[in-house]
């Protein structure tokens, strides 16, 4: 079983700060990928990356900034936190196996930006 | 682009009726990949199942879908609902972009199982 851990679990932030969310994979996967989950949009990717020193942008990225430097780590930046950025954030690693790769998904962080 | 519709956002029954969450997708592609992730209350998704061969039933936990490529469909199905089936289901299909896959997911639909 694929070990995605994030943290921290929960953060409470201001508006204008800069938050930094981080997630950790044990498995060597070559994929990786930022998640926001809301009620009524289900999930939606932020950003991703193919392997370390690689970042993409999703569907959502305004406002995001993503850091992928190592195979195990990535990280997901919030340089000006707004209200708008509250929310359940996940991250999820991937083989990389292609159109048939299962991703694993970490606890999740929840973030209040007040 | 390509698409994933689940159309009931919430689905409520009792505890042993049969359980069926609709998914359909649309891609360009002739080969698509479905999904089917289940999300329980304060955790995280994970995968219950997946399909990559047209009208080959696949099974997990109970669980039981099957893609069908004329219909672009991947229905989730049960014959019996209990009470810990009650859950946040996504379906997703992988789509590719550039030389890798994403997926894309669908809306989500919220099951729940009354006694």
């Known amino acids: 079983e694929a070990a995605v851990t994030q943290s921290p679990r929960n953060k409470v932030a201001v508006t204008g700060g800069k938050v930094t969310l981080s997630c950790n994979q044990t498995?060597?996967?070559?994929?990786m990928y930022w998640y926001r989950q809301d009620t009524g949009h289900g999930l939606r990717l932020i950003h991703y990356?193919?392997?370390?020193?690689?970042?993409e942008k999703g569907d959502i990225p305004d406002g995001y900034k993503a850091s992928r430097p190592s195979q195990e780590n990535f990280s997901l930046i919030l340089e000006l936190a707004t209200p708008s950025q509250t929310s359940v954030y996940f991250c999820?690693?991937?083989?990389?196996?292609?159109?048939?790769?299962?991703?694993?998904f970490g606890p999740g962080t929840r973030l209040l930006v007040l | 682009g390509d698409s994933v519709t689940q159309t009931e956002g919430l689905v409520t029954l009792t505890e042993g009726l049969p359980v069926m969450l609709n998914c359909t997708y649309q891609?360009?592609?002739?080969?698509?990949?479905l999904f089917w992730y289940v999300q329980h209350l304060n955790e995280s998704p994970r995968l219950l199942l997946k399909?990559?061969?047209d009208n080959k039933r696949t099974e997990h936990q109970g669980f039981h879908a099957t893609l069908h490529k004329s219909s672009s469909s991947f229905h989730l199905q049960k014959s019996s609902a209990q009470l810990s089936d009650s859950a946040l289901y996504y379906c997703?299909?992988?789509?590719?972009?550039?030389?890798?896959?994403?997926?894309?997911w669908g809306s989500g639909t919220k099951l729940i199982i009354k006694p």
């Open positions: 399909s990559f061969t």
């Open positions: 990356s193919y392997g370390a020193g690689s970042t």
């Open positions: 997703a299909l992988s789509d590719r972009m550039d030389s890798n896959y994403q997926l894309i």
């Open positions: 999820a690693s991937g083989e990389g196996l292609g159109g048939k790769d299962t991703q694993y």
């Open positions: 498995n060597n996967h070559n994929n």
């Open positions: 891609t360009i592609y002739s080969n698509p990949f």
